[in-house]
């Protein structure tokens, strides 16, 4: 059955504390990870795609990873702003555009 | 501005009275999908729909309904909803039918069936 896990589920940081999210993902031919960011009471916003092993991508103090078995959300910096619940998700052979989510690390920074 | 909207954003209702939600995009997207996203859980695919009058079952289908006539437009329908279709809800969609391009998500929809 195809999976995707996150952790950890909450993530507290002080400003400027660096650190990262992991996504690990058990699914049948991965087509693509996706990273999306969810703020209280709104849809989630897309933030990266990866599609082979090996590929990074960045924006701002985000940057995201993608091995054969995980991904990496590393957060250089944070700021108050960075404040969100991170969703990771994978489409995989089987299932079109269908996006089989993890259930999401909630991360805090405080000032 | 390219937006995927949802209504109503917030609906309060009882078991067994048939409701729709209304979900709408303006980015001539093929591909457009709903999701319920439950505490510990993720997001998880109710239906969705390649194209015009193509619909298939998501992941948990059951006791929901799904129509597209127009391209833009893709409600989902509780026929008669129960407490445990209590949920956030979350329309999607994207430009194309195979290739996994980033979607785009509605607001929410937060439904209290009781």
């Known amino acids: 059955e195809d999976q995707v896990t996150q952790s950890p589920e909450a993530l507290r940081l002080q400003e400027g504390e660096s650190s990262s999210l992991n996504c690990s993902y058990t699914?049948?031919?991965?087509?693509?990870l996706f990273w999306y960011r969810q703020d209280p009471g709104k849809g989630p916003e897309f933030l990266f795609t990866?599609?082979?092993a090996g590929e990074e991508k960045e924006k701002e103090r985000l940057k995201a990873t993608l091995t054969k078995k995980e991904s990496f959300l590393h957060i250089t910096a944070p700021k108050p702003e960075d404040s969100a619940t991170y969703l990771c998700?994978?489409?995989?052979?089987?299932?079109?555009?269908?996006?089989?989510f993890g259930a999401g690390t909630r991360l805090a920074v405080h000032p | 501005e390219a937006q995927v909207t949802q209504n109503p954003r917030y609906l309060i209702t009882v078991t067994g009275k048939k409701l729709t939600v209304t979900c709408s995009q303006n980015?001539?997207?093929?591909?457009m999908s709903w999701y319920r996203q439950d505490p510990g859980l993720g997001l998880r695919q109710i239906y969705y729909?390649?194209?015009?009058?193509?619909?298939d079952k998501g992941d948990v289908p059951e006791g929901y309904k799904v129509s597209r006539k127009e391209k833009r437009n893709f409600p989902l329908i509780l026929e008669s909803p129960s407490p445990n279709q209590t949920s956030l809800y979350f329309c999607?969609?994207?430009?194309?039918?195979?290739?996994?391009?980033?979607?785009?998500f509605g607001p929410g929809t937060r439904l209290t069936v009781t």
């Open positions: 980015m001539n997207h093929e591909y």
């Open positions: 999607a969609s994207t430009e194309t039918r195979t290739a996994p391009y980033e979607q785009y």
């Open positions: 990866l599609y082979s």
């Open positions: 998700a994978a489409a995989t052979s089987g299932g079109y555009n269908k996006l089989i």
């Open positions: 699914v049948s031919g991965l087509r693509g």
């Open positions: 729909s390649m194209n015009v009058e193509v619909t």
